[in-house]
């Protein structure tokens, strides 16, 4: 007789039957039907516990986060409309804010984070006066995407007329290094550029100087002024200053001016007390001919010890002037300068500007110390943040760059001239910030 074991076992065979019938049409399949059900089941729950995991840890280092709308550590935004708030508890009042920047500006700490946070819990707060700085910029550039390299000012003529772009964070591929260029910018001065220097030629003086260099009939290369402005400045082209007083020197037959050579290499000026090494450019610029003397006469002629004004700075020789190029860059801090470079397709600046185009890459930006001189003490210049838009802020403190996302980033220093070259946005300040 079978035992009551026996016959659940038999009653449970039976509804598994029915069921099988009823699920795969097949009352004796090969394998049940309900376990595939389970397996899917399974694989389910495995799938929603990785979505959650993966959006809570997207949260946690995004700081895209659900948040309580009283916090007074992060930008808050509403979830559905993407409006942006700050929570000050100095009034206890939620306050929309005007833009990115802004919000990060007045909330407290030193890394804030970007929170969302529901309409509902954003509506248990009482509403404050909007904040902010107009015009301050709604996004900013991530640390990784800064351009810390040099700054490179470009001319060309490209368009008709000498334009200048302002290239932020590169110098420009291809080209060759720059010999000597006679320029001239739309305000009718005459330049040489030699070996990363200009020196000015004397409104005066242009023709006189061009005819002593055996440059007379080269045209000057039509340049943009704040290409010249950018070329670190040599002293002008302009003969040595002579000591006053005695016109007759102890050498006889000469008189204090003269300038001798022995070969047309060799030069020098007759001084009161003796005569005076010149270089070729220096006896040129005397604008008188030299009168040549034997060598051995030369070399026996007494040195003087009285100093010549204006004698450093100058080119040793008349340079060779190169054909004018289509373009030319000078890239700072170095004051490298090359000729016929690709130059990078720029935008016209929303503001006043010192140039006619800034190329900043989309999605980059320069956080930059302005530097008085090359040798102005780190930290001593005023730190701006260069967006893609092609303006400057300058932050009120150097203390807001953690603020800001920059904590790790060191400034790059750009000589001051050139961050002004772009049209400047308004201050990053907290204060500024903060005003109703």
Not at 25 to 32: A, C, E, G, I, W
Not at 262 to 272: E, I, N, Q, R
Not at 280 to 302: N, R, S
């Given at each position: 007789m079978p035992s009551r074991q026996d016959e659940l076992h038999s009653y449970?065979?039976?509804?598994?039957?029915?069921?099988?019938?009823?699920?795969?049409?097949?009352?004796?399949?090969?394998?049940?039907?309900?376990?595939?059900?389970?397996?899917?089941?399974?694989?389910?729950?495995?799938?929603?516990?990785?979505?959650?995991?993966?959006?809570?840890?997207?949260?946690?280092?995004?700081?895209?986060?659900?948040?309580?709308?009283?916090?007074?550590?992060?930008?808050?935004?509403?979830?559905?409309?993407?409006?942006?708030?700050?929570?000050?508890?100095?009034?206890?009042?939620?306050h929309p804010v005007l833009n990115y920047t802004s919000g990060l500006l007045l909330t407290e700490g030193d890394t804030p984070s970007l929170k969302t946070v529901p309409a509902g819990k954003l509506a248990e707060i009482p509403l404050g006066a909007t904040l902010g700085i107009p015009d301050a910029p709604d996004a900013l550039p991530a640390s990784g995407s800064l351009l810390g390299g040099a700054w490179s000012v470009c001319t060309d003529t490209a368009s008709g007329r000498a334009r200048s772009t302002l290239v932020v964070g590169a110098a420009p591929g291809g080209g060759a290094p720059a010999g000597g260029l006679l320029v001239r910018d739309a305000s009718g001065r005459t330049h040489l550029i030699n070996d990363g220097k200009r020196h000015l030629l004397p409104a005066a003086r242009v023709d006189a100087i061009e005819r002593a260099f055996g440059w007379y009939g080269t045209r000057p290369w039509l340049v943009a002024t704040s290409w010249v402005d950018a070329v670190p400045a040599g002293p002008d082209l302009a003969a040595p200053v002579l000591p006053g007083g005695r016109k007759n020197s102890v050498i006889p037959g000469r008189r204090v001016g003269q300038?001798?050579?022995?070969?047309?290499?060799?030069?020098?000026?007759?001084?009161?007390?003796?005569?005076?090494?010149?270089?070729?450019?220096?006896?040129?610029?005397?604008?008188?001919?030299?009168?040549?003397?034997?060598?051995?006469?030369?070399?026996?002629?007494?040195?003087?010890?009285?100093?010549?004004?204006?004698?450093?700075?100058?080119?040793?020789?008349?340079?060779?002037?190169?054909?004018?190029?289509?373009?030319?860059?000078?890239?700072?801090?170095?004051?490298?300068?090359?000729?016929?470079?690709?130059?990078?397709?720029?935008?016209?600046?929303?503001?006043?500007?010192?140039?006619?185009?800034?190329?900043?890459?989309?999605?980059?930006?320069?956080?930059?110390?302005?530097?008085?001189?090359?040798?102005?003490?780190?930290?001593?210049?005023?730190?701006?943040?260069?967006?893609?838009?092609?303006?400057?802020?300058?932050?009120?403190?150097?203390?807001?760059?953690?603020?800001?996302?920059?904590g790790s980033v060191r400034p790059a220093r750009i000589p001051a001239q050139l961050v002004a070259y772009l049209p400047a946005g308004p201050a990053l300040d907290p204060v500024r910030a903060g005003r109703r």
């Open positions: 449970q065979y039976s509804v598994q039957r029915v069921v099988a019938a009823l699920v795969s049409h097949d009352p004796d399949p090969h394998r049940s039907p309900l376990r595939r059900a389970g397996v899917t089941a399974l694989v389910g729950l495995l799938v929603a516990a990785l979505t959650v995991g993966g959006f809570a840890v997207y949260g946690l280092f995004t700081g895209h986060s659900m948040a309580e709308a009283d916090d007074p550590t992060a930008v808050l935004v509403e979830k559905d409309s993407g409006a942006r708030y700050v929570y000050l508890k100095s009034d206890g009042k939620l300038v001798l050579t022995s070969d047309g290499k060799t030069y020098a000026v007759v001084l009161a007390d003796g005569i005076a090494a010149l270089t070729e450019m220096q006896a040129k610029l005397m604008a008188t001919t030299p009168v040549t003397v034997a060598p051995e006469v030369f070399l026996k002629l007494p040195p003087s010890d009285t100093p010549i004004l204006g004698a450093e700075g100058l080119p040793a020789t008349v340079p060779k002037l190169a054909d004018a190029p289509a373009g030319a860059c000078v890239t700072m801090p170095g004051a490298a300068i090359r000729v016929d470079p690709t130059i990078p397709a720029g935008t016209a600046p929303s503001g006043k500007a010192r140039v006619d185009l800034v190329h900043v890459p989309r999605g980059k930006g320069a956080l930059v110390e302005a530097t008085a001189s090359p040798d102005a003490p780190e930290g001593s210049g005023t730190v701006s943040l260069i967006t893609d838009a092609g303006l400057y802020y300058p932050l009120a403190s150097r203390d807001l760059l953690s603020r800001l996302g920059y």
